[in-house]
């Protein structure tokens, strides 16, 4: 390599005396480049907050789908919901009206502020999430006391109506798919922890499946609320791994692997019983209420659990293919 004096001294004067300005357009071609680079940030920002708030909102679609799949909330139970959203301080946080009772309790108050006319719904829809209980001892006396979302039952036990809305004249109501109901008048009934109702209605308009229904006053049949049969299906409780002997919606008789399991339990404590049904996995508080060690046996009463999973339980201990045999 050789040394290129001409070029050193050349380089040499430059500092000493200051380099000569850049032709002008050098500078502007510079500026245009730091322009598009700006640009081009600022694009891509944009473009990433776009996307990530496209995916924020498709995963809040996904979680209210997945928790008003397991609710079973009715389409005019789901529009409160995504309207008592609009009551949350944070945006796209709606799903988690259906998880947590004191963000629903919090944007429930906010919007009875508002709109007072709304209380008797906002009630049924807590009650409906499991987030609010009916006073103890409280009985039904008409079908105005029935929060939307209830499940109406023939004289066979098969659910056939579901309640949408209660108006001050008239219940508007749906038939679950694949009934078809004859006549004007309806023999139904409804369950409730202190008993068996039952109520004779008739049916004011029908339109497809919807119906308006008349008010009507219920008799109460029996104390005992659910119908109680064998069946099998795992679960676990307090997060021993079991499975249920029988099943039905108030609780469960539950089968431990061993007897010392069965024996951790003791009478009225409050576990976290999972049951995996079929169609999804239902998770409730459980009150033990009797606990048989020897027999492996441990059985529960629901304490805390969603109606919409109730119903499910009840679905299934009454599906003709799970009483055979």
Request: aromatic letters at 6%.
């Amino acid at each position: 390599m050789q040394w290129n004096q001409p070029a050193v001294d050349r380089f040499l004067f430059s500092l000493s005396t200051g380099f000569a300005p850049p032709p002008t357009a050098h500078l502007l071609a510079g500026g245009v480049i730091l322009v598009l680079l700006g640009l081009t940030y600022i694009l891509a920002t944009r473009l990433g907050r776009r996307r990530r708030l496209r995916d924020l909102e498709s995963r809040m679609q996904m979680h209210m789908e997945d928790w008003a799949t397991q609710a079973e909330l009715s389409p005019s139970e789901l529009a409160l919901v995504r309207e008592l959203g609009q009551y949350l301080p944070e945006e796209h946080t709606t799903h988690l009206l259906l998880k947590e009772p004191l963000t629903f309790e919090a944007a429930r108050r906010l919007m009875i502020d508002e709109h007072p006319e709304r209380s008797r719904d906002l009630r049924s829809l807590a009650i409906r999430l499991g987030f609010r209980e009916r006073a103890p001892g409280r009985t039904l006396r008409d079908t105005s006391d029935l929060p939307a979302g209830s499940l109406l039952f023939d004289a066979e036990g098969n659910p056939v109506v579901r309640i949408l809305s209660l108006e001050p004249g008239h219940l508007e109501a749906e038939t679950l798919p694949g009934i078809a109901l004859r006549g004007r008048r309806l023999s139904l009934t409804v369950s409730r922890p202190d008993g068996l109702y039952a109520l004779q209605t008739e049916i004011i308009r029908r339109k497809d499946h919807r119906l308006l229904l008349g008010h009507a006053v219920f008799e109460r049949r029996q104390a005992r609320r659910f119908f109680r049969k064998p069946l099998i299906v795992p679960a676990s409780l307090g997060g021993v791994e079991c499975q249920t002997g029988d099943l039905s919606g108030g609780g469960a008789r539950l089968r431990m692997p061993t007897r010392a399991l069965a024996a951790r339990f003791s009478v009225d404590d409050l576990q976290t019983l999972v049951l995996r049904m079929e169609s999804a996995e239902i998770r409730c508080t459980a009150r033990i209420v009797h606990v048989v060690p020897e027999e492996l046996f441990v059985h529960v009463a629901f304490e805390r659990i969603r109606e919409g999973d109730r119903d499910r339980i009840v679905r299934a201990v009454l599906k003709p293919e799970r009483l055979a045999g």
